[in-house]
T-cell receptor, first 114, second 107 residues
Framework: DTEVTQTPKHLVMGMTNKKSLKCEQH?????MYWYKQKAKKPPELMFVYSYEKLSINESMPSRFSPECPNSSLLNLHLHALQPEDSALYLC?????????????FGPGTRLTVL | GIQVEQSPPDLILQEGANSTLRCNFSDSVNNLQWFHQNPWGQLINLFYIPSGTKQNGRLSATTVATERYSLLYISSSQTTDSGVYFC?????????FGAGTRLFVKA
């Protein structure tokens, strides 16, 4: 099973809302990733959990908060977002080898912030 | 960090034509992947190819790590090949995507 699942598929939220995106994989992978993709741009790496250790893209604002309850689950908590945060949010997983390895992506959550 | 450049940015092909997409990267890498993003946003794995040559049906890829480039070949293109092709280099927290090649195949 090479599937990464994400919920919800679509999300509309106001700037004062708190919401969470969820990602799950059952491939036994030990690294999970969040990417943000704006229209007509490439995916941009936000956060990586590798063996439950978090690595952060320093340019990501604190209104995005990742959580990794276990090696199969990854959440992205959203709070006080801005309209410019509207984007496709992609989750990926990989085996977690230190020298890098193949990443597999979920279908994404399309987020609109009003 | 690593710089990743893709060319051409846009490509229009007649169905049945062949094409070559290029990915240049600025530093030596242990990771190189090619993806196809469909109109719904799903990134589909095409090749994991840090070095060497691989083939999968009408698609093949070659990475020359010492010269810091990778090529994706599409033969006998079909309308379903349309979409955006990304290469991604670096791996792990160092993963950087190129800007992509937007391909449109005309019937």
């Amino acid at each position: 099973d090479t599937e990464v699942t994400q919920t919800p598929k679509h999300l509309v939220m106001g700037m004062t809302n708190k919401k969470s995106l969820k990602c799950e994989q059952h491939m036994g992978h030990r690294a999970m990733y969040w990417y943000k993709q704006k229209a007509k741009k490439p995916p941009e790496l936000m956060f990586v959990y590798s063996y439950e250790k978090l690595s952060i893209n320093e340019s990501m604002p604190s209104r995005f908060s990742p959580e990794c309850p276990n090696s199969s689950l990854l959440n992205l908590h959203l709070h006080a977002l801005q309209p410019e945060d509207s984007a496709l949010y992609l989750c990926a997983s990989s085996q977690g080898h230190l020298r890098g390895d193949e990443q597999f992506f979920g279908p994404g959550t399309r987020l609109t912030v009003l | 960090g690593i710089q990743v450049e893709q060319s051409p940015p846009d490509l229009i092909l007649q169905e049945g034509a062949n094409s070559t997409l290029r990915c240049n990267f600025s530093d030596s890498v242990n990771n190189l992947q090619w993806f196809h993003q469909n109109p719904w946003g799903q990134l589909i794995n095409l090749f994991y190819i840090p070095s060497g040559t691989k083939q999968n049906g009408r698609l093949s890829a070659t990475t020359v790590a010492t010269e810091r480039y990778s090529l994706l070949y599409i033969s006998s293109s079909q309308t379903t090949d349309s979409g955006v092709y990304f290469c991604a280099a670096g791996g792990g927290f160092k993963t950087i995507f190129g800007a992509g090649t937007r391909l449109f195949v005309k019937a």
